[in-house]
């Protein structure tokens, strides 16, 4: 016998279901009827210098999800020749379209330059700071100093990253140009920028990092 507590149970229960499946992770499936928005926030790295724009890493990586079956739109925020504090500076007007999540790609240049570590650090803290402000979803990626700036320097470059990640409590893919960097047949004349194959391993190599951030966005952090 239906009776006004029985009523209100049944209320009760469908607007639990609906609660709990708004704070589902999204998987492959759920991808394919909303559209993530995916930043790269990056220098010449992510922009795809001397590369046409089909073969950037945006791009790539973009291809990569989609036949992974994620609904994933990649913006391509690269500029070539930035530092840590050219992409601080640059922020706000890059998260004008409302990105689920940002790849950080950034430090390469302050490396290559021999900036001050701890201005990285810095620089890449306040980014930090504005995307988690924001309830953005992030992946850091790090780099690795150049070996003739010698060892010092190149421990407390790459230890920046590392300690963002726990202080941040982000991931972390801590080489970006894993697998890439000093093989000739994956880079560029220059030897310092990756080639259609470079980025193809790079793209192989960070997308179950990037796939794993994607699991962990419910849809109640989707933007429109």
């Known amino acids: 016998m239906l009776t006004a507590r029985n009523l209100k149970l049944l ?37 795809g210098y001397g590369l046409d724009k089909s073969d950037s890493f945006p791009a790539v990586l973009e291809k990569h999800l989609l036949a992974s079956g994620w609904n994933a739109s990649i913006a391509n925020g690269g500029v070539s020749g930035d530092t840590s504090a050219g992409g601080k500076n640059r922020l706000k007007w890059a998260l004008t379209k409302k990105p ?4 950080v790609e950034l430090g390469a240049n302050d490396g290559l330059r021999g900036l001050n570590p701890n ?12 995307l988690q402000k924001r309830q953005i979803l992030i992946l850091l990626t790090g780099m690795i100093a150049p070996p003739n700036l010698g060892k010092t320097y190149g421990r407390e470059f790459e230890k920046i990253y590392l300690d ?17 960097a000093g093989n000739p047949d994956l880079n560029q004349s220059d030897g310092i920028h990756p080639n259609r194959k470079g980025v193809n391993v790079i793209v192989e190599r960070i997308s179950p990092s990037v796939i ?9 952090h989707l933007r429109e």
Do not use: H, W
């Open 11 to 47: 209320a009760f229960y469908p607007l639990l279901s609906i609660s709990v499946l708004l704070l589902l992770p999204i998987n492959s499936k759920a991808s394919q009827n909303t559209q993530i928005k995916i930043l790269v926030l990056g220098d010449s790295l992510a922009a």
């Open 100 to 103: 689920d999540m940002v790849i």
């Open 119 to 130: 201005n990285t650090k810095e620089n890449l803290a306040s980014i930090l700071t504005e």
């Open 164 to 180: 963002l990640a726990n202080r941040f409590n982000v991931p972390l893919y801590k080489f970006f140009l894993e697998g890439v």
């Open 212 to 220: 794993s951030v994607l699991k962990n966005l419910s849809k109640g």
